[in-house]
C-alpha cells in the first residue's frame, strides 16, 4: 500500500481549479480534493499547488519544474497540454517534446508520477470538433511517455461520464465541481489508494451536481504546517505569486 508523504500539483487552469470554487471563495478543483484523500491515509502529509492558469507546456517546465524537483516529492500530479492544443499554429510536437522532459526528469528521482489523458473534446464540444486531431496527438504522446517512464495514468478519454455535462463547467471546457470530484477519484485509483477502483468513470445517477469528495484542504506558503479535517497533518499547499501570474483564463 503506497504511503505518499510529499505529494506537488503541477500545471494550468484545470489544476489550479478553475470553476471550482472562485477567487473569492478560493479554488479547491481536483488536486485539492485528492489531497484530502491521501490525508486519510498520511496524515502528514505535505502538499503543494504549483498551477497557474494560462500556463503552456514551456510555461510549466521553465516556472514549474525546478520548484517542483526541489521539493523532493515522491508524487506528482502534473496535467499539461490542453493550452498548447488550443494555440492553433504552434509547433505542438515541439511542445511535447518539452512535455516528456518533464516526465523524464521527475520520473528520475524516484517520484511516482501521474498525468492525464485528456477526453475527447468532439463528443464534449462538437464546436471545438477541429481541435480533435491535437488532442489525439497529445494523447498519443502521453501513453508512449507512459510506456517509457512507467506513469500513472488518468484515462479520461474513453470514461462514460466525462460526456456528462454535469462533469464540465459553463464553458465545457474546465471541469464543474463535480468534475474535479471524480477527477480526484480517478487520480485516487491511478495513485493506487487503497478503496478505490475505477467506478469513477461510470455515468452519474440523478442526484444534484454538488461535491462529496470531503473538506477542503487549507492553503497556504509552501510546506505549511496544518490541520486538515481535524487530522493534525500538515498539509499545505503553495500559490507562489499567483496574484501576479493569473494572466489568462486556462
Same mark, same amino acid.
Given at each position: ?10 500545471? %494550468? ?49 521553465? *516556472? ?22 488550443? #494555440? ?55 501513453? *508512449? ?25 459553463? %464553458? #465545457? ?7 474535479? *470530484? ?20 461510470? *455515468?452519474?445517477? %440523478? ?44
Amino acid at each position: 500500500m503506497p504511503n505518499y508523504r510529499r505529494f506537488v500539483a503541477m500545471g %494550468d487552469s484545470q489544476t489550479e481549479g478553475l470553476w471550482d470554487g472562485d477567487d473569492k471563495s478560493g479554488l479547491r478543483g481536483w488536486a485539492d480534493r485528492f489531497a484530502d484523500l491521501l490525508v486519510n491515509d498520511s496524515p502528514d502529509l505535505l502538499y503543494a499547488n504549483l498551477a497557474v492558469r494560462g500556463r503552456r507546456i514551456a510555461e510549466v517546465r521553465d *516556472e514549474q519544474l525546478e520548484i517542483a524537483l526541489a521539493m523532493q516529492p515522491d508524487l506528482v500530479g502534473i496535467c499539461i497540454g490542453m493550452n498548447d492544443v488550443t #494555440r492553433i499554429g504552434s509547433d505542438l510536437e515541439d511542445a511535447l517534446d518539452l512535455m516528456e522532459d518533464c516526465y523524464a526528469r521527475l520520473t528520475a528521482t524516484g517520484a511516482t508520477v501521474m498525468t492525464t489523458i485528456f477526453p475527447d473534446v468532439r463528443r464534449i464540444v462538437p464546436i471545438a470538433k477541429s481541435l480533435g486531431p491535437r488532442v489525439d496527438q497529445v494523447n498519443e504522446r502521453i501513453r *508512449e511517455c507512459g510506456q517509457k517512464y512507467g506513469l500513472r495514468l488518468v484515462d479520461l478519454y474513453d470514461a462514460p461520464v466525462m460526456t456528462d455535462l454535469r462533469m464540465w463547467s459553463p %464553458d #465545457r471546457v474546465h471541469g464543474s465541481s463535480l468534475g474535479h *470530484e471524480r477527477f480526484a477519484l480517478a487520480a485516487a485509483e491511478a495513485a493506487g489508494l487503497p478503496g478505490f477502483d475505477h467506478t469513477w468513470a461510470q *455515468e452519474l445517477d %440523478d442526484r444534484p451536481a454538488e461535491s462529496r469528495a470531503g473538506g477542503s484542504a487549507p492553503r497556504s506558503s509552501g510546506w505549511a504546517p496544518s490541520s486538515a479535517h481535524g487530522s493534525g497533518g500538515a498539509c499545505g499547499a503553495s500559490r507562489r505569486g499567483m496574484a501576479e501570474q493569473r494572466d489568462g483564463p486556462n
